[in-house]
T-cell receptor
């Protein structure tokens, strides 16, 4: 049981490049989410999903896309990276949204130059 | 929109001192409340949670929190901190009485440094 896994751990992008951050969970959780963590701002929700085929926007969705084709995977796509997207990205999963603790992955540290 | 405030950005204590970290939220509806901890270089882990019932909840590692509905607060406490408690602590709120029940809102975090 690996919990929530994320790849890569570190990534450097140039402005305008695109990439996908991977997230997978093996706990059969319905709810998955992506957060970004910036100093002094806590974690802010980017996108979330309550099941395969169902996604919705969080607090800071601009510049990011998600899809959920399986229960296990929830990739986050940066369409055209900008320096403002330099951050640490965490994926999380849980059972019924809001009623159970979220399990967090180890994070991806992204730098956009 | 709901918001969560953690007014202490950085707290420095000596070992064996008592700890209280403040957390206030802005919404008066029904909420689920959480405290998460992030140790240096690690991902977030749940310390404790409150859904209903006894407003004093106990978590792991000797932490506890008290939900005071009239004050919209959920402060975290520990009677005697240890050096190993050095970490960043996040309060989080899930509003379950509206259409935004699926979004967990985090506070900005409090960095706790415990001096040996």
């Amino acid at each position: 049981n690996a919990g929530v896994t994320q790849t890569p751990k570190f990534q450097v992008l140039k402005t305008g490049q695109s990439m996908t951050l991977q997230c997978a969970q093996d706990m059969n959780h319905e709810y998955m989410s992506w957060y970004r963590q910036d100093p002094g701002m806590g974690l802010r929700l980017i996108h979330y999903s309550v099941g395969a085929g169902i996604t919705d926007q969080g607090e800071v969705p601009n510049g990011y896309n998600v899809s959920r084709s399986t229960t296990e995977d929830f990739p986050l796509r940066l369409l055209s990276a900008a320096p403002s997207q330099t951050s640490v990205y965490f994926c999380a999963s849980s059972r019924l949204a809001g009623y159970y603790e979220q399990y967090f992955g180890p994070g991806t540290r992204l730098t956009v130059t | 929109a709901q918001s969560v405030s953690q007014h202490n950005h950085h707290v420095i204590l000596s070992e064996a001192a008592s700890l209280e970290l403040g957390c206030n939220y802005s919404y008066g509806g029904t909420v689920n409340l959480f405290w998460y901890v992030q140790y240096p270089g690690q991902h977030l882990q749940l310390l404790l949670k409150y859904f209903s019932g006894d407003p004093l909840v106990k978590g792991i590692k000797g932490f506890e929190a008290e939900f005071i509905k009239s004050k919209f607060s959920f402060n975290l406490r520990k009677p005697s901190v240890q050096w190993s408690d050095t970490a960043e602590y996040f309060c989080a709120v899930n509003l379950i009485s509206s259409g935004s029940a699926r979004q967990l809102t985090f506070g900005s975090g409090t960095q706790l440094t415990v001096l040996p």
